[in-house]
Nanobody
Framework: QVQLVESGGGLVQAGGSLRLSCAASGRTFSTVGMGWFRQAPGKEREFVASTSWSGGSRAYGNSVKGRFTISRDNAKNTAYLEMNSLKPEDTAVYYC?????????????????WGQGTQVTVSS
């Protein structure tokens, strides 16, 4: 079993940056894909980014490409989401998730474990 705890959210002005962290417990972290999703009030959960177990393969949602970077440090059992050039429309609760498979996925159904979420608010 994997437990995930996100941190690093907060309030930032448009154009600013934040780095989210996702600390994982459990032996399987280094063998599974990791993903970040977000959900804004009144909207469906949206795929943000994913990475394979090694970090060698990454994917991004269209709305964050070129601005966000996903990474992981398996030695520290931690995944990261570096967010730059933030926009008000990036405001949401951000969730990290551990996949059932070794690769990253854009589909939330491929993820077995979820963190509690961290709020990101971008002011204009």
């Amino acid at each position: 079993q994997v437990q995930l705890v996100e941190s690093g959210g907060g309030l930032v002005q448009a154009g600013g940056s934040l780095r989210l962290s996702c600390a994982a417990s459990g032996r399987t972290f280094s063998t599974v894909g990791m993903g970040w999703f977000r959900q804004a009030p009144g909207k469906e959960r949206e795929f943000v980014a994913s990475t394979s177990w090694s970090g060698g393969s990454r994917a991004y949602g269209n709305s964050v490409k070129g601005r966000f970077t996903i990474s992981r440090d398996n030695a520290k059992n931690t995944a990261y989401l570096e967010m730059n050039s933030l926009k008000p429309e990036d405001t949401a609760v951000y969730y990290c998730a551990a996949a059932r498979v070794t690769y990253g996925s854009m589909r939330s159904n491929d993820y077995e474990y979820w963190g509690q979420g961290t709020q990101v608010t971008v002011s204009s």
